[in-house]
T-cell receptor, first 113, second 113 residues
Framework: NAGVTQTPKFRVLKTGQSMTLLCAQDMNHEYMYWYRQDPGMGLRLIHY???????AKGEVPDGYNVSRLKKQNFLLGLESAAPSQTSVYFC????????????FGPGTRLLVL | GDSVTQMEGPVTLSEEAFLTINCTYTATGYPSLFWYVQYPGEGLQLLLKATKADDKGSNKGFEATYRKETTSFHLEKGSVQVSDSAVYFCALSPTDSWGKLQFGAGTQVVVTP
């Protein structure tokens, strides 16, 4: 099993450009999450999904959109990138809610100039 | 709201030293508590967890006890190795959570030979 994979690993964008980050999991998990990691702030939840076709906002959703058309994939979109979105983005998945372990991908480092 | 506070780093230790990382939380009810570890260049992975008061989570020589009376979940290891150098995150999942994790800011641990 590959677990949770993320594409790309690193990307540089100019302000105003758009991009999509792809997350894939092969564990048949229902729940998927997108986090951003910034120095001194831990991880903050951007959006999440509790099943195929569902999405919901997390703690810091502004400037991002997501889609979960297939159970194994969770896409994070930036429509018009801003320097404040420079961060490391992590995708995670879990079998179900609450007390279950979340499994994280290796991360995508995004730099917005 | 729910929150997690953990000691700031970096924490620098010599090999075979005793490690303690303090973590306290604010939450209603009985959240689940977790320690995640992030090795350099990787995503987070679960180190240990506890789901009810007085539970002790343990893994790879690390231990943490869920203390409801002091709202704490301190991480300890009796003899650290260079390979334990990483960033450690304390996190909680609220009682009525659908899967949300509230992370602390992370504590970097550096173990020198």
């Amino acid at each position: 099993n590959a677990g949770v994979t993320q594409t790309p690993k690193f990307r540089v964008l100019k302000t105003g450009q758009s991009m999509t980050l792809l997350c894939a999991q092969d564990m048949n998990h229902e729940y998927m999450y997108w986090y951003r990691q910034d120095p001194g702030m831990g991880l903050r939840l951007i959006h999440y999904s509790v099943g195929e076709g569902t999405t919901a906002k997390g703690e810091v959703p502004d400037g991002y959109n997501v889609s979960r058309l297939k159970k194994q994939n969770f896409l994070l979109g930036l429509e018009s990138a801003a320097p404040s979105q420079t961060s490391v983005y992590f995708c995670a998945s879990s079998e179900s809610s609450g007390r279950e372990t979340q499994y994280f991908g290796p991360g995508t480092r995004l730099l917005v100039l | 709201g729910d929150s997690v506070t953990q000691m700031e780093g970096p924490v620098t230790l010599s090999e075979e030293a005793f490690l303690t990382i303090n973590c306290t939380y604010t939450a209603t009810g009985y959240p689940s508590l977790f320690w995640y570890v992030q090795y350099p260049g990787e995503g987070l992975q679960l180190l240990l967890k506890a789901t009810k008061a007085d539970d002790k989570g343990s893994n790879k020589g690390f231990e943490a006890t869920y203390r409801k009376e002091t709202t704490s979940f301190h991480l300890e290891k009796g003899s650290v190795q260079v390979s334990d150098s990483a960033v450690y995150f304390c996190a909680l999942s609220p009682t009525d959570s659908w899967g949300k994790l509230q992370f602390g800011a992370g504590t970097q641990v550096v173990v020198t030979p």
